[in-house]
């Protein structure tokens, strides 16, 4: 018999239903992204192996919260907004991974029964819906297209719900046909005008910019950042010089202004009041963590930027405080890494392990390693598909590795480090 002991018993939906309803899970998972996933995925390869040795004969329950069904690689977006065959790659419904079913769905929406496959040891339950408050025993919750809102329990919790930008960056869409219909919107909107102005000279902007610019060489493009080297990362100015090279080799106009309009249509104003020429203007200047829904209780552990104070483990910490059963992973970690897929998913089957060996043995076995001794890097795409890169203060223009990856944005990549 398994030797672990769990506070809740598990109450469960049956197969498909659209009837929301009070849950008791053992692990909620807050978003299914790039860290979320990998928490889910490889919490199930963990358990399934501790309870087939412990021969246990109580399962699991694992609950993932999320109103997109499927993969989004929003790596892949900047070039999804000019290229709808490849954005038909980028969107992956749930149904259509490997390792990736569910014992139990609730959703408002269609899904059929191939998202569904039973499981001896575990229960793993898909709620196509939103977190609405958290807090550090329990949370609630709501379906996609409803109003009622219910109760979940949990033993341990992972907040996963990563970071909003501005549109196209950040999509409403939940679906795959939502998705399609969205990009080709993007796209026709494209199409339809001759000056298209992206504003913010991040790792975004820039790739949005150098993607609009190499899919449509007769349109103009402009670049608005205030800073004449971009990314802002803490980079190395021969990333960032040779990353403006690549952008103003293929004659995107780099334009070293603030705006103070927030009009997505027409001229735009700058704070010192030029008047720039554009038709259609792409916001990439505003992210925001999702944290809105985490409760009076846990705000202590909110930092000024927004972020979650986390330990080595990644539990919530602050102050000589923790919350041992929450944990924050990815874009929300309040941490100096540049943030990215790579990190997210490490940080998910760093957790996973932790959480698997602290429901069998009770004790934590992985944390973090020592940033100080990790290097920063980045990879962006440039105008004309040019691959700019930095890793351990080696630039590189096109590294064989890189382009290879990119070919498809990574996203083969992030499925085999998934397991998908």
Not at 109 to 118: A, G, M, V, W
Not at 191 to 215: L, P, R, Y
Not at 330 to 340: F, N, T
Request: with cysteine.
């Amino acid at each position: 018999m398994a030797n672990f002991k769990l506070t809740t018993s598990t109450k469960l939906p049956k197969l498909i239903s659209n009837e929301i309803q009070p849950i008791n899970t053992n692990i909620l998972i807050i978003g299914g992204a790039f860290s979320g996933l990998a928490t889910f995925i490889s919490l199930k390869q963990h358990l399934i192996t501790k309870l087939t040795d412990l021969d246990a004969q109580t399962k699991i329950s694992i609950t993932l919260v999320e109103p997109r069904n499927g993969l989004l690689n929003i790596l892949g977006i900047p070039k999804c907004i000019i290229d709808i065959p490849f954005a038909k790659t980028q969107f992956i419904p749930f149904k259509n991974l490997n390792n990736l079913k569910f014992t139990n769905i609730l959703t408002d929406e269609n899904l059929d029964i191939e998202y569904i496959e039973s499981n001896e040891y575990l229960d793993l339950n898909y709620i196509q819906g939103k977190i609405t408050n958290l807090n550090s025993k329990s949370a609630t919750y709501k379906l996609n297209n409803g109003d009622k809102v219910k109760n979940i329990n949990f033993d341990y919790c992972v907040i996963c719900s990563g970071r909003d930008r501005n549109f196209p960056t950040t999509l409403t869409s939940n679906n795959y046909d939502d998705f399609i219909k969205e990009m080709t919107e993007v796209k026709e909107s494209i199409e339809d005008v001759d000056i298209i102005s992206v504003i913010g000279g991040g790792a975004v902007g820039i790739e949005i910019a150098g993607d609009i610019k190499t899919q449509y060489p007769n349109k103009t493009v402009n670049l608005i950042h205030p800073h004449k080297l971009f990314p802002p990362e803490p980079l190395s100015d021969e990333f960032k010089t040779m990353t403006k090279k690549s952008l103003t080799d293929v004659n995107i106009n780099i334009i070293n202004k603030r705006i103070k309009s927030d009009n997505t249509k027409g001229d735009l104003i700058t704070t010192d009041n030029e008047t720039i020429s554009s038709n259609l203007n792409i916001f990439c200047n505003h992210k925001s963590n999702n944290t809105s829904y985490i409760s009076n209780e846990l705000q202590k552990f909110i930092s000024p930027n927004n972020n979650i104070f986390i330990n080595e483990y990644l539990q919530l910490s602050h102050d000589g405080k923790v919350i041992d059963n929450v944990f924050a992973l990815g874009d929300l970690v309040e941490q100096p890494i540049i943030k990215s897929a790579g990190w997210a998913m490490y940080h998910g089957r760093l957790v996973a392990n932790n959480i698997s060996n602290l429901i069998v043995e009770n004790k934590l076995v992985e944390h973090l390693p020592d940033l100080s001794q990790i290097p920063f890097g980045m990879v962006l795409v440039g105008g004309n598909n040019e691959i700019i890169s930095e890793l351990a203060g080696i630039v590189e223009l096109n590294h064989e590795g890189y382009k290879k990856e990119y070919a498809d944005y990574c996203i083969g990549k992030i499925k085999a480090t998934l397991g998908v």
